[in-house]
């Protein structure tokens, strides 16, 4: 193994997970990380472009619910925009119930059923289930004053987060806070009477970026990515420092890449985001040119210290699927894995590009219940970063087997 890209290694995480604090699409971390992965590539002689998204930065403030003189702390959730409102209690379990209540103008209180898993942005193309848009239609038909959600833990949509905000959408405009399941069994006993919700939340028009790198020596082109955001409060080693870090090595390994095979390498923004902004600019900028793209390869969530490297594959098949069966039947470290649909690289399936998933098995087979992405248990201490050198090693190989 290089000692000098190990090094490199530890230093590009160490800077994207603790030097900047926060990458949180829109803030200024966010846009200190865009500009610290354009610097790094920069002496490796790729094209580098940058495409401003607009987005919206968020201060979560202060919540609290108060009920005569006791008051409880609570969380704004994500984009939500604050209040103070001063309303009957109503307590909503299901959605028949939200839709035959009268919750105009009341603070409602959403638990059980209705709450089991996060909602989807009411414009989140790419996956938004019928009953989602139900209850996000009743809602904004409805009118309550403020909605208060008591959730417990939703792994596979919402990380590892508990408890997790059912609503996490800057398009939605009704008041919203949330805190645990347990909490919303005790705010139960004052349905009927009056309570206080207060949200010192603000929405913040803001910036961010893509950063694209590019060497060109072809018409096709294998695009990989890694989503250079993380949620708000985390540092976002495995998600997704660690992809990050993968393009960056990627970027000095294949520095003499003449291959036939465009690449690109695409540090998107917007994975963790309610609007996928990155993600949607890429779509836009990429229209009619799918067919260009030979192979996606998504970097998320690798790196994690416990078990092998995961590759998983949708549509690959051919010579790609040969070289990559051959070099992962020979590693110690990666392993085909199975296919999962939560990441940047299902753009890119939906698109009839096939693609590679690159992850952690450990993760694969935890999805449903970890409790460490979204929360500030995702940090350089579950990181081995000897796997993420390798799997950049493992790629760089790849690559250059599939374009000679």
Not at 234 to 241: C, E, F, K, L, Q
Not at 395 to 402: A, E, F, P, Q, T
Request: hydrophobic share 35%; glycine share 8%; aromatic share 10%.
């Amino acid at each position: 193994m290089n000692n000098l890209l190990l090094q490199k290694t530890e230093q590009y995480l160490h800077t994207l997970c603790n030097k900047i604090p926060n990458r949180a699409v829109g803030s200024p971390g966010n846009i200190a990380a865009t500009d610290y992965f354009r610097e790094s590539i920069s002496p490796f002689g790729w094209d580098i472009t940058s495409d401003p998204l607009e987005v919206m930065d968020w201060n979560p403030g202060i919540a609290t619910i108060s009920i005569g003189s006791e008051t409880l702390q609570v969380k704004a959730s994500p984009y939500a925009s604050g209040c103070e409102s001063v309303a009957e209690l109503i307590c909503v379990s299901t959605i028949q119930d939200l839709e035959n209540s009268d919750v105009n103008g009341k603070n409602l209180l959403l638990f059980g059923d209705i709450t089991i898993e996060q909602l989807m942005p009411r414009n989140f193309v790419f996956y938004n289930p019928e009953e989602h848009r139900r209850i996000i239609s009743t809602l904004e038909t409805k009118k309550p004053s403020c909605i208060i959600c008591a959730t417990g833990r939703n792994s596979s949509l919402a990380g590892g987060a508990y408890p997790f905000p059912l609503i996490e959408d800057g398009d939605f405009n009704i008041p919203s806070v949330y805190f645990t399941d347990v909490e919303g069994e005790y705010l139960r006993k004052f349905s009927g009477e009056i309570v206080k919700v207060k949200s010192s939340a603000a929405r913040i028009s803001s910036r961010a970026y893509n950063i694209t790198a590019l060497k060109k020596s072809g018409k096709k082109r294998i695009v990989i990515t890694a989503h250079i955001d993380a949620k708000k409060g985390t540092p976002g080693a495995i998600d997704n420092g660690t992809g990050v870090t993968v393009l960056l090595l990627l970027a000095e390994l294949l520095s003499d890449y003449t291959g036939k095979y465009s690449l690109e390498l695409v540090a998107l923004n917007g994975e963790d985001y309610y609007a996928v902004p990155g993600q949607m600019d890429f779509i836009r900028k990429n229209d009619g040119q799918f067919g260009d793209i030979a192979l996606n390869i998504n970097i998320d969530g690798q790196g994690y210290f416990n078990g092998k490297t995961a590759f998983s594959f949708n549509g690959l098949s051919g010579d790609f699927k040969t070289v990559f069966d051959e070099i992962l039947e020979s590693s110690e470290d990666a392993e085909s894995g199975p296919w999962w649909p939560q990441g940047d690289h299902s753009i890119f399936v939906q698109y009839g590009v096939p693609a590679v998933a690159v992850s952690s098995s450990w993760f694969l087979s935890n999805m449903e219940n970890q409790t460490i992405t979204h929360t500030e248990a995702d940090n350089l201490s579950i990181v081995d970063f000897r796997k993420v050198l390798k799997t950049a090693e493992l790629l760089s190989l790849i690559i250059r087997k599939m374009t000679l």
